[in-house]
């Protein structure tokens, strides 16, 4: 690759042509801050707190590209002063209470205010007033603390294709906001939560449900119930300090019990109920050639995006709960019998890497007997809040594990938490219960991988084809679903993670600062650890779940039998498409 020559900061460098100054400063050790810029996603230079001297003028590092000779200037006093001016300018318009807002401790724009030594603000003047949007169930709208860095309209509209969100107004009234300002709850916003993690400041926040969960603690009447998602303990760790992809399971259980959730329980074993289920629909469909490609439905945000955009494919979806709704309808039925326990007292709080979900836990279809399957859901950001106002020494705790009946998952359960995850886990299922045959190998290396849309074709013993395509972001699915309702594409199955590279990365996930962002692969680090958990366990095939089948023996009879269907089975509906 053709390379040009520069001096930065009167160091000469040679980088490659066509990166930018902020590229070639930073591969030279050089930092510049900047707030706007999101790698991929939003390069736009609207902030302009990247600026740099290059000759006499200043321009903005993040999108202007080398040349050959440039001489740049990152430090200088006209760079630093034209900084804390537009950085003054920023927070003149900004509601600021740092101490209480929810981002506090992971705001971009409180970091440069420390960054650069800011001590005051010159251009105290005129606020922009706006009423926060409360009216969505997953996600808050806060525009008074907004800076109109473009991020969230960016990974809303090109990554994910909806749209939700947009620039509204003029000028100085100039706001992010839904069409005609509606709300938020009455949009086609599918509470992916990507909005969320890339917000650089507390304008964008999940609707937080902790006080909930302490009051249900606190009620002796109650018996709380608590099952965290696959994805929660590659992740949590990172909240206390944590390298990206350690594994904290033992630690997080050990936390919840000391919070005092009468039972700690792990969704993966309704990720394994779920293979069972689906595997069951997938080769009925197969048999009878209806409502094919099956979509999987373990993705809130996938769904409801299905519902919005593709009324007509809506019987192609997966008739399954999502797992931890099929945890929470076991939990109030199963288990609540086997124990003895009133139902009515139950409460389910589901910790996912999801906001999404908050959504979901809300639909009337997941109720039986006026009581929801799941009652509340966290975020992995939210159980970090909860464990530090415990004073939970998180790092030193000792391992705990899951508690039975309903805490025992298998390998194929964890690698949920990754794009691809539920495929291969259905293969292992659907491979070995058709032939009767053990695989010699269980890993599915073709469905493997972080890329966003990846295809494969699964031969069977009997010699049949299974055409396969797993997705993960909602604009690869918009791509991929447009080309079989065209017919230019054939599959067999679909798996859709609305979150690019799934849960891993989900919207209830730690936040990580655009820098560490452009540093770390996020998400090859955690699905690492996905993996490497799913070896390290014994049982690693759905269908070779002790407790899973015991509850078929006991309970459920058969898969897709009646009694599955009434608890683990839900139905969809068609939303508005603008
Ligand atoms: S939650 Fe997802 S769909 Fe909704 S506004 Fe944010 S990015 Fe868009
Ligand atoms: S809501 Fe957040 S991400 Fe969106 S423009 Fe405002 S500050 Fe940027
Ligand atoms: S990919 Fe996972 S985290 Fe993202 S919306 Fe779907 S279920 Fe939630």
């Avoid at 139902?343 to 999404?356: E, F, L």
């Avoid at 705990?400 to 805490?407: E, H, K, N, Q, V």
């Avoid at 797993?470 to 993670?497: P, T, W």
């Avoid at 899973?548 to 089975?569: C, D, M, S």
């Amino acid at each position: 690759m053709e390379k040009v020559n520069l001096t930065i900061d009167n160091m000469k460098v040679e980088v490659h042509k066509g990166i930018t100054v902020l590229e070639a400063a930073r591969a030279s050790g050089i930092e510049i801050p900047t707030l706007c810029f999101l790698k991929d996603i939003n390069e736009v230079s609207s902030c302009r707190i990247c600026l740099v001297e290059i000759g006499q003028k200043l321009l903005p590092s993040c999108t202007v590209a080398v040349e050959e000779g440039m001489i740049i200037r990152t430090n200088t006093l006209k760079v630093r002063e034209a900084r804390k001016t537009i950085l003054q300018l920023l927070l003149s318009n900004h509601k600021r209470e740092c101490t209480t807002c929810l981002r506090n401790g992971k705001c971009e724009l409180e970091k440069l205010s420390q960054d650069l030594a800011l001590t005051d603000i010159e251009y105290e003047g005129e606020k922009n007033h706006c009423d926060m949007d409360t009216t969505g169930a997953s996600l808050i709208r806060n525009a008074e603390k907004c800076i109109l860095c473009e991020r969230c309209i960016s990974v809303c509209k090109n990554i994910q294709t909806v749209g939700a969100i947009n620039f509204s107004g003029r000028g100085f009234t100039t706001k992010v906001a839904p069409a005609y300002d509606r709300a938020l709850a009455d949009t086609v916003c599918v509470n992916c939560g990507q909005c969320v993690t890339s917000c650089p400041t507390g304008a964008l926040t999940e609707k937080e449900n902790i006080e909930d969960i302490w009051r249900e603690l606190d009620n002796p009447d109650k018996y709380v119930v608590v099952q965290t998602a696959p994805a929660i303990r590659v992740a949590l760790g990172e909240e206390f300090g944590l390298s990206i992809g350690t594994r904290v399971t033992g630690k997080m259980t050990a936390a919840l019990r000391r919070m005092g959730f009468n039972r700690v329980f792990d969704t993966d074993f309704a990720a394994d109920l779920t293979i069972i289920e689906e595997g069951t629909e997938l080769i009925k469909r197969l048999e009878s050639g209806e409502n094919l490609p099956l979509m999987t439905s373990c993705c809130p945000g996938w769904v409801k995006f299905v519902e919005h955009n593709f009324h007509d494919m809506l019987n192609n979806l997966s008739t399954c709960k999502s797992p931890h709704e099929m945890e929470g309808a076991i939990i109030k039925s199963y288990f609540a019998e086997k124990e003895g326990i009133d139902p009515s007292k139950i409460v389910v709080v589901s910790i996912m890497p999801c906001i999404a979900k908050k959504f979901e836990e809300q639909r009337d279809e997941l109720s039986r007997n006026g009581m929801k399957d799941v009652d509340y859901v966290l975020s992995t950001r939210e159980l970090a809040k909860m464990i530090r106002q415990s004073s939970i020494d998180f790092v030193n705790l000792k391992d705990d594990d899951f508690d039975s009946p309903i805490g025992m998952g298998s390998g194929a359960a964890t690698i949920f938490g990754v794009t691809g995850g539920v495929t291969e886990a259905a293969l292992r299922t659907v491979f070995e219960t058709t032939s009767g045959e053990k695989l010699d190998n269980i890993e599915f290396k073709e469905v493997r991988g972080i890329k966003g849309i990846k295809e494969a074709k699964i031969i069977l013993p009997n010699g049949n084809v299974i055409d396969t395509v797993i997705i993960s972001g909602l604009g690869n699915a918009r791509e991929v679903v447009e080309q079989v309702r065209k017919g230019e594409k054939h599959y067999d199955f679909i798996e859709v993670m609305a979150c690019p590279g799934g849960c891993v990365t989900g919207g209830g996930q730690p936040i990580i600062s655009s820098k560490i962002r452009e540093e770390i692969n996020i998400k090859e680090e955690r699905a690492k650890a996905i993996y490497e958990e799913e070896r390290s366990l014994i049982v690693r095939k759905s269908h070779e779940n002790p407790y899973v089948n015991e509850l078929y023996k006991e309970f459920l009879g058969q898969p897709n039998g009646h009694k599955a269907h009434e608890l683990l089975h839900t139905h969809y509906v068609e939303r508005n498409m603008f």
